[in-house]
């Protein structure tokens, strides 16, 4: 298991290659990356921060969760910070075990935990020149720039 | 006692990343949002979750001298 | 949606890059890799062989299917035939969505879809030096070699 | 008529790769499981499925002349 903040392109062949091992048969990927719309709006780039040391925190009890629960300790995550572009990576999560159901529901475990409880907070830049933070519920949105924060 | 609280994402952009929150003796997380709330108050922030130690706390969580305490607005990671 | 039989090594980055598109907020991944062991016995390499034709036709009613049923048309999938060793990948789905549970949902229905109707069929090689054709049931198991066919 | 069925797997280890059956006029592939069976009489073989044009047919689907006919046995893909 490892889990890493980064600042760079995430190598998804390099995080595929990491859980490979002769005794598993099955690997899945998944692959979070910037769309050019929400809710409507032309999205041209988000910016992610973290809480960092609580992300890390958070992220790692969610691979020992999910390494106990689907019986595979061979997953690994990386979640990108900083001001992504359209179609980059924000998220990787490879996850290989013996056989395929424990590798499909254990990705998907990781990932719905991540975006339910990791302090990890996005910003939306859109076409239009402004930005919002935006959360994971499609809930409330922020504005922030470059009129002042006003609710949208 | 005084406790710096650290502040992300709508809540830095309004507040800075980090405030100074005075409380008495004994407060509880949830004493912490009200006096948190009252400084927001007419701002448009999104209600936030509370990490006491780099764990999410519970209301009645009591908040000690020296606590790493941190405002945690909706996440949005993945 | 592409799908294809191969008789070349699986190029995993490569599909990823082929199911990108900038409306896309999920990508999937499925690889199926051939284990060291199968049943408790030492497994040195699979053998996958197919009718080829239907092969290619069911693979693309699947993805057709698939498709529809989660509305996206962001899929490929590829199957490997011919001699696999350990670690080699027999299969990779790829999968793009705009949201998550799509790209998750769509993975899953290929990969079974794949094990229950496509006509491809493996035969394991032992270290023992034994081979049999296996299926995915977890059924009969019929030795072919070297000894003349019985059943075991 | 005869009809040239395509074998695979364990099935093409017994038989090859292809079998010439004789039919009747009107054969079902229900007639053709149980010619095929009768052959197959004592050897380790699992119960296939047949396709009929490259499409999976049920016990009552005809065959007709000309007809592309697989014996498909278990399946193991992925």
Known sequence: ?152 | MTTTVLLFASWADAFGPSLAVELPEGARVADLLDVIGSRAAGRPLPKPMVAVNQRYATPDQVIQVGDEVAIIPPVAGG
């Open chain 1, 1 to 152: 298991m490892r889990a890493a903040l980064v600042t760079r392109p995430l190598d998804i062949a390099a995080l595929v290659a990491e859980v490979a091992h002769p005794g598993t048969g099955a690997t899945t990927l998944f692959v979070g990356t910037v769309r050019d719309q929400h809710e409507g709006r032309a999205v041209s780039g988000i910016d992610y921060e973290a809480y960092g040391p609580m992300a890390l925190r958070e992220l790692e009890t969610i691979l020992a969760e999910a390494a106990e629960r689907f019986a595979t300790d061979r997953i690994v995550v990386e979640h990108r910070l900083g001001t992504l572009a359209v179609t980059e990576a924000s998220i990787a999560i490879a996850v290989a075990a013996p056989r395929r159901v424990a590798a499909l529901e254990a990705q998907r475990y990781v990932i719905e935990a991540v975006k339910a409880r990791v302090p990890i907070f996005k910003r939306e830049h859109y076409v239009d020149g402004t930005r919002a933070w935006v959360d994971n519920r499609g809930g409330s949105v922020v504005a922030t720039s470059p009129t002042s924060a006003v609710a949208t």
